[in-house]
């Protein structure tokens, strides 16, 4: 904890906690147009400037991601903080002056008019960003993005055509407080004319709010009882009831990193759907075999591979571990990386440290393998069997006994490499 100053007023808070966070709690009113409490601080619209003073020194920041520090002095309604929020908000209103809310805003702050002109006062976009973290951080669409740069700056989709990772939630419109982007009609028309058949799955399926539902609305989402009854149920857009990015957020599981949006098989392998095929690595904890080994060996780009043949053999000291394919396809590409440095795999098991991509003979096996909660079961009940072997053969483990996060752990000596393939693949 640490004691500092609002408006006069000594006041204990964790540290680094956002000045916005403590002075919120404390009913003390602050303006903002880009922050969001489900969005990470942004600090665009510079709408929530304080005062801070330490050690007889004086500056301007951003009150939604400064941290609290011990010692320090906030005013947040000083003079001369009033009136750069006033020059703030006059420039914005140069910018987009048909925007309600900024003109009730200019209201709120004592501007009747602003001094500033604008080459394109039609536009309302005031680049505060709240679309673009919707889309990546709560959606996990990353749809959109910042584009251009200087005053040609805006908000775009990649090249400036609809994009296809666009799943039309309207969160970005839901979410935009002067109501500039259009995506969701866009989205929906193109759906519309392009998809057809089983491939006409409800917005709500493609948001991950529902696990299997075909449009039979002709995705006229205003007149659909499922979409009425979502905000209903909610009292707001279900994206940010739900958030189902974050709940795809990987997370470490006995000192484990599990990712819940990947399948996984008994055999340590997991899989992930890319296009029209499937990348296949090793979990983290299959990837220890990996830490001392000297070789790697993967089969040759268009080997047939059926579920079960090996998929992968690593050599460690003249011994040789085995990984079996989860499922039948057709190798498209392998990862030369690992096979020059088979260590990869042990240090970034999910991302640089992928095997194959594989071309499935049957897509729709994968969900055969394990998902969701079934996958989170199995993971814990793998991690925290191979964490007491860990320990057991830790020279020196953790002294306080939380061994979840013992890296030192993973260092296996080579004399356990072949105890560690016969607990992991029991061959």
């Not at 209201?107 to 976009?125: L, Q």
């Not at 392009?194 to 449009?215: H, Q």
């Not at 470490?252 to 029209?276: A, D, Q, R």
Request: charged content about 25%.
């Amino acid at each position: 904890m640490v004691t500092l100053t609002i408006n006069g007023k000594k006041v204990k808070a964790k540290e680094n906690t956002p000045l916005l966070e403590i002075t919120r709690k404390m009913s003390i009113p602050i303006p903002t147009l880009c922050y969001h409490p489900d969005l990470s601080p942004h600090g665009s619209c510079r709408l929530c400037t304080v005062e801070i003073s330490r050690n007889g020194k004086t500056r301007m920041v951003t009150a939604c991601n400064y941290p609290a520090q011990d010692g320090i002095k906030v005013e947040t309604h000083s003079k001369r903080v009033l009136h750069t929020r006033r020059v703030l908000v006059e420039l914005l209103l140069a910018r987009c002056p048909n925007a309600p809310f900024l003109r009730n805003l200019a209201k709120e702050v004592g501007v009747k008019t602003s001094p500033f002109s604008a080459k394109t006062p039609e536009n309302d976009c005031i680049l505060c960003g709240l679309c673009v973290r919707t889309c990546n951080e709560l959606v996990g669409a990353n749809a959109i993005g910042f584009s251009m740069r200087g005053t040609r700056k805006k908000i775009s989709t990649p090249f400036e055509i609809v994009s296809e990772r666009c799943v039309a939630c309207g969160a970005c419109e839901y979410i935009c407080p002067t109501e500039a982007i259009k995506m969701e009609m866009d989205r929906v028309r193109k759906m519309r004319t392009s998809e057809t058949g089983t491939l006409r799955t409800c917005r709500y399926m493609r948001m991950g709010l529902v696990d299997f539902m075909i449009c039979s609305n002709g995705f006229e989402c205003w007149r659909c009882e499922v979409d009425q009854m979502m905000e209903d149920r909610f009292g707001t857009h279900p994206i940010f009831a739900l958030k189902p990015a974050k709940q795809k957020e990987s997370f470490l599981m006995n000192g484990f990193t599990f990712h819940p949006e990947l399948y996984y098989s008994e055999g340590h392998t997991w899989c992930k759907p890319m296009g029209e095929s499937i990348k296949v690595g090793l979990d983290e904890m299959a990837s220890l075999l990996t830490l001392k080994a000297e070789t790697l060996n993967l089969p040759p780009v268009g080997t047939p591979l059926k579920k079960n043949e090996v998929l992968a053999e690593i050599s460690s000291s003249g011994k040789k571990a085995k990984i079996f394919s989860p499922l039948s396809g057709i190798v498209s590409a392998i990862n030369h990386e690992v096979v020059e440095n088979p260590a990869l795999v042990w240090r970034d098991p999910y991302r640089r440290g992928w095997l194959i991509l594989l071309k499935p003979d049957h897509p729709e096996e994968i969900s055969k393998l394990l998902s969701g909660a079934k996958a989170k079961e199995w993971y814990s009940k793998q991690t925290l069997n191979l964490l007491n072997h860990l320990v057991k053969w830790a020279s020196n483990p953790s002294p306080k006994g939380d061994h979840s996060e013992n890296s030192s752990l993973r260092e296996i000596p080579r004399g356990k490499w072949e105890k560690l393939e016969r607990i992991l693949l029991k061959h």
